[in-house]
């Protein structure tokens, strides 16, 4: 027997508790549960990761249709061809055709070779530099009238 407030063991059967005094009642003796037993956490279990979502790239027509009244964008470029060559003619020693199609860069190279060109006349190889320009606007003007000159977009000057 044991007592229920203080629980000491009661080995007398006494009515009352030796160590608090209190009345001693029949109760069963405190059973202590084991401790429970370690088990591991559960592992995670590997996921993979989520695939990415690959869209196909977007399919265009070579060419949109072009809107009522307006030309197909072909690939000719807005600029005459009848001024280029005009230009070319006329001005090419000065690469005016060249800034008109919007290639300045080659147009000053030919301006300075004439000026270089026409500088070095006397001494004599300033011949050879007009002869090149010449050359060179010569090819222009052929490839403007033959319809294969580009302007600087790459765009044929074909009106």
């Known amino acids: 027997m044991f007592c229920r407030y203080c629980g000491k063991p009661n080995p007398d059967n006494v009515q009352f508790c030796g160590n608090c ?68 003619f006329f001005l090419g020693t000065l690469g005016i055709h060249r800034f008109y199609t919007g290639k300045p860069g080659t147009g000053v190279v030919m301006l300075i070779l004439n000026i270089i060109g026409a500088a070095t006349l006397t001494f004599g190889f300033g011949i050879f530099i007009l002869g090149a320009v010449g050359i060179w606007i010569f090819i222009d003007f052929i490839m403007i009238l033959s319809g294969k000159f580009k302007d600087k977009s790459g765009l044929l000057i074909n009106k």
Not at 51 to 70: D, E, K, L
């Open 21 to 88: 005094g209190k009345p001693v009642l029949e109760a069963p003796a405190p059973q202590y549960a084991p401790p429970p037993q370690y088990t591991p956490p559960p592992q995670p279990q590997y996921v993979p990761p989520p695939q990415p979502i690959v869209q196909p790239p977007p399919q265009y027509a070579a060419v949109p249709p072009a809107p009522q009244g307006m030309p197909a964008a072909t690939g000719v470029s807005p600029k005459s061809r009848t001024t280029a060559a005009l230009l070319a």
